[in-house]
């Protein structure tokens, strides 16, 4: 049985998580063209090791990340500043498709690299002030199958947590109050599995900066 209750026309899935606004869009984008794109990103992009902060202490990132965005989206994770790179011809037309398909504005993403199973996303939510109180976050899958896990931010028990398999060139968009009351990550897995690249769409507030 699916997660996801609704299908729209477009192709959206809904999930009937309480509280949040959550859907999935399988195959946004065809085989052909999440191939080109994710063998074209994975040498174009400047990748980097961010550092981040865990239980007070500075550590290396387990993936390989890069903030692109407008000149005034700057942005603050675990207590580090981000200066956007500029977009690339392929991020900035790619942009403009995911805000037609999400029906809202962009002026920035994160991209992030995952060489293999090793590399893993803690649980956290994008919930940063300048992200505004109910983000939209567009999130865009290209390589091999990785599960997206959410829970309650509180309270929640182990049979609350929901896992979304998010396959190649599957677009899932995260709106409503999803932030504020969900955690969500990208657990590790033994399995011997090659790349994926994820690019999540945000707004930043130039005015919260």
């Excluded at 994710?38 to 202490?57: D, M």
């Excluded at 790619?94 to 991209?111: I, M, Q, T, Y």
């Excluded at 396959?167 to 994926?196: C, E, F, N, W």
Aim: one cysteine or more; hydrophobic letters at 40%.
């Amino acid at each position: 049985m699916s997660l996801f209750d609704h299908v729209t026309p477009d192709g959206w899935q809904s999930l009937p998580l309480p509280g949040a606004e959550l859907a999935l869009w399988p195959h946004w984008l065809a085989a052909e063209e999440a191939d080109a794109l994710l063998a074209e990103l994975q040498v174009s992009v400047p990748w980097e090791v961010h550092r981040i902060r865990i239980y007070g202490r500075e550590v290396d990132s387990p993936r390989l990340s890069c903030w692109i965005g407008d000149p005034e989206a700057a942005y603050v994770y675990s207590r580090t500043r981000f200066e956007p790179r500029p977009w690339s011809p392929a991020l900035a037309a790619l942009r403009f498709r995911v805000e037609k398909a999400c029906g809202s504005r962009f002026n920035s993403v994160l991209a992030n690299l995952y060489r293999s199973g090793q590399d893993s996303m803690g649980w956290h939510s994008d919930d940063e002030p300048e992200l505004g109180e109910r983000p939209v976050i567009a999130s865009l899958s290209l390589g091999v199958e990785r599960r997206f896990r959410l829970k309650p931010r509180h309270g929640g028990t182990r049979e609350d947590t929901r896992a979304i398999p998010l396959g190649h060139g599957s677009l899932l968009r995260m709106a409503g109050d999803t932030q504020r009351l969900y955690v969500h990550d990208l657990p590790k897995t033994t399995a011997a599995i090659g790349p994926r690249i994820n690019l999540t769409f945000r707004w930043i507030d130039p005015l919260s900066r």
